[in-house]
């Protein structure tokens, strides 16, 4: 009797590829009139039940954040694929979707960029969050359609221009999908999370996303720039920044990303060579592509404009922190905060692995640094407990965590 391949030493057997998700309704057009706007609002507004809602972006292609399609799906009102662009806000959908519940994939990608147009939720359940609450092994969209549905959800569209006109249908309906499923995953990850005692944490969890607005500019954006490492002295890092400045001025006015401008490793070679004439510019390797010749005024201006700077103008090695220094440097500046780090990563580690949670969404590993490098005057619980919620942590982490952080910060 011959022996199949999974009785074959060695072999492994291949799981068949898991069904497409497809769409149930069909495809509806996109809604860029006023007519089919203020049609599927009314529609909305009659729907019931929570509202799935996502956002496509033009990442890597332009400068802005801004939404070109806004997907948006409610029993009752079916799908509809709203371009944002065709109207001055979505002022009038918001009114539609009232206080009902948004349900939302990875929050804070899309609020943002959805408060631009007026779109504010008052309710939402992030269905990326719940996930990581529920420590499953992946939280993407596609994963939780497989962990829950059975099956496959392709994401090759997600990275797409979506400033395109018109948008292509096979992009259109990748968006469409993306929302048609929100609502069930959402009713079975709520289910998921009220097995496991969770439900209550993530309710504080997505109140607390209702507030979010982005997150913060980190100052000196330049310092961001890919290989600044190897920019050596002040003065060198000095052009840089001028070079990212004049850079992110064009990208903006284009509104396009920085990228396609002048690349990173362009920036650095212009600061290294500081070159003082067009000439001498135009014979470095950057000045072979065509984008970055459009501007060799540009770049002539900011290297001038980098090397009249005074000293005490240039930029220093190490940017300005307003935080604790990196944990690295602390063994040996400051040896009592290590010790305390070290103990306080220990507990969350533990209470993490005890409630199966990852470690950073029971509490900020920022907010457990900060702690240890200066702590409460007086390290009790009361006072950790305060200083944690002061912070921004949410009732049920500083339930969790107050106790044993203030034993690992006693002195």
Known sequence: MSSSASDTPGSEEVAPPLPRLQLRDPLPPVIDTVDDYVNYCARVSLGSGPVALDAERASGYRYSQRAYLVQVRRDGSGTGLVDPIAFDDLTDLDEAIGDAEWILHAATQDLPC??????????????????????????????????????????????????????????????????????????????????????????????ALLSFTGAPQREERWRRTSGIHRARGRRTLGLVRA???????????????????????????????????????????????????????????????????????????????DGPPPPRAWADKHPEAAARLAAAREAVTRIAEENDLPAENLISPGLVRALAWEPPSTPDVAHVGDALAEAGARPWQVELVATDLAAALQP
């Open 243 to 321: 070079i990212w400045e004049a850079r992110d001025r064009i990208a903006e006015q284009r509104d396009t990303t920085p990228g396609r401008i002048l690349p990173d490793a362009s920036i650095l070679e212009i600061a290294r060579e500081a070159p003082r004439d067009a000439s001498s510019l135009r014979q470095l390797s950057v000045m072979r592509s065509r984008g970055p010749r459009r501007f060799v005024q540009e770049w002539l201006d900011a290297v001038e404009e980098g090397l009249a700077l005074e000293e005490d103008e240039l930029p220093h090695s190490t940017p300005h922190r």
């Open 114 to 207: 959805l408060a631009e147009i007026g779109l504010r939720p008052t309710a939402l359940f992030d269905t990326e969050l719940a996930g990581r609450l529920l420590n499953l092994p992946r939280v993407g969209l596609a994963s939780l359609v497989e962990h829950y549905l059975g099956l496959s959800l392709a994401k090759e569209h997600s990275a797409a221009d979506w400033s395109t006109r018109p948008l292509p249908e096979p992009w259109l309906e990748y968006a469409a999908l993306d929302v048609e499923v929100l609502i069930e995953l959402r009713n079975l990850i709520e289910a998921d999370l009220e097995k496991s005692g969770k439900r209550e944490w993530a309710a504080q969890d997505f109140e």
